[in-house]
């Protein structure tokens, strides 16, 4: 569909000539998963180049993740109801457009080296990744088979891994120079002002992409084929929905908590370690969190998605601890496990939450967006706990984060 108004035609998810129909349109919104990955891969990285360049502590560092992850509170349920009145479409070639120009404002950003202007062109870079995650998240998951949707989501998702992987290995070799600590590359902000523009460029072409291919519009009939048993009921009627809100807040909030604080981390417990050395591993443990995302996907062939949930929840459960320990590398090695066990939980998590919520899966799925404001609040206590106490103690908080998530994965993804 060309245009923004909601196609009428009707798809039908099953069969080979619908599933062909469906391949390139989810070949192009699975494009989008690595944008965003990469855009979050570089954040973390920018925490510790921000602290030597603009001279700030930690916990300031983090009010780069209040600005992005923020972002997703304020501007999902306007991102739903956008997509309500036009399409998936319209909505996927705004947030381009507006990840682009938050990508372009970095530039002057740079030029004046302020930080609060590197906070407002992350919020409008986020404010895009909104509209794109609103949209993308469930058009997967209805883009085929409704029994196959947490598969489906879990494999674009794996590129939104690759991505985040790339992001630290680019941006170690750019940011940091290989260079190590003070002066020596880490306070020239000309490099980020490089990868940004580039990034812009990239999004600006993708939005052409979409504009000129006709994608399916995914009817109301459709999303709510699946959920007749629901019709009738308000949208928080629906138990395994709220529980998911809950959940996905507090996983989001581990996630982006133990991506910020990673490189301080491991450049205070691994004897000699640089923010360049930190920045390479930040990169290899996001290699895992990829890794673990194809894993996870071809796991639940065999296993149901909310017990691979819950098994996961309580192994890194078990490595925070390992983490709050202290013990150098062998801690650092923990803190990289805990990316590989992470790596189903998002979409996870996102696709039992909506699941059976028929013609309330838009704005369900709006609602699942504004739950990653936790990873604007929550970061910012880790920080402070981090500057009063001790950067291993700090990670007690994506501990209490991990038990949530397993209760979601064990009892609160039922639906009733």
Excluded at 98 to 109: C, Q
């Amino acid at each position: 569909m060309a245009g923004g108004a909601v196609s009428t035609t009707s798809y039908t998810p099953t069969g080979t000539q619908n599933g062909q129909k469906y391949l390139f349109p989810f070949i192009l919104v699975t494009s989008l998963f690595f944008m965003w990955g990469l855009a979050y891969g570089l954040l973390d990285v920018l925490n510790k180049h921000f602290q030597e360049a603009l001279s700030i502590d930690k916990a300031r560092s983090t009010l780069l993740q209040a600005a992005y992850f923020g972002a997703y509170f304020i501007m999902a349920l306007p991102a739903g109801y956008f997509m309500k009145k036009y399409s998936y479409k319209s909505g996927i070639i705004f947030g381009l457009l507006l990840y682009a120009a938050g990508a372009a404002l970095f530039y002057p950003s740079a030029h004046f080296a302020n930080f609060n202007f590197f906070l407002l062109a992350l919020f409008v870079l986020a404010s895009g990744l909104t509209f794109l995650e609103t949209a993308a998240n469930p058009y997967v998951t209805v883009l085929g088979d409704k029994s196959r949707s947490e598969f489906r989501l879990n494999l674009s998702q794996c590129f939104n891994g690759l991505g985040s992987f790339l992001g630290p290995l680019i941006a170690s070799q750019l940011f940091f120079g290989g260079a190590g600590e003070g002066a020596g590359g880490s306070a020239d902000l000309s490099s980020v002002q490089l990868v940004y523009i580039v990034m812009a460029a990239i999004v600006l072409f993708i939005a052409f992409l979409f504009y000129r291919t006709r994608l399916p519009e995914i009817s109301v009939a459709e999303e709510g084929a699946a959920a007749k048993s629901g019709a009738g009921k308000g949208l928080f009627a629906h138990r395994h929905f709220v529980w998911g809100v809950v959940a996905q807040f507090f996983y989001v909030a581990a996630q982006v908590g133990v991506g910020a604080l990673f490189i301080n981390y491991v450049t205070e417990y691994w004897e000699g370690a640089t923010s360049a050395k930190g920045s390479a591993m930040l990169g290899v443990a996001l290699g895992l969190f990829t890794i673990g995302r194809f894993v996870g996907t071809a796991l639940m062939r065999k296993i149901a998605p909310n017990t691979l949930l819950a098994v996961y929840a309580l192994i890194n459960t078990a490595l925070c601890a390992l983490v709050m320990s202290g013990q150098g590398a062998v801690s650092v090695y923990g803190l990289m496990a805990i990316f590989f066990f992470m790596s189903i939980m998002f979409p996870t998590i996102f696709a039992l939450a909506v699941k059976g919520l028929g013609d309330h899966t838009k704005e369900g799925s709006s609602y699942q967006i504004m739950a990653i404001v936790g990873g604007a609040l929550v970061p910012y206590v880790m920080g402070t706990v981090a500057e009063t106490q001790s950067t291993a103690f700090s990670f007690i908080v994506p501990l209490i984060c991990f038990v949530i998530v397993f209760f979601y994965g064990w009892r609160g993804y039922r639906i009733r």
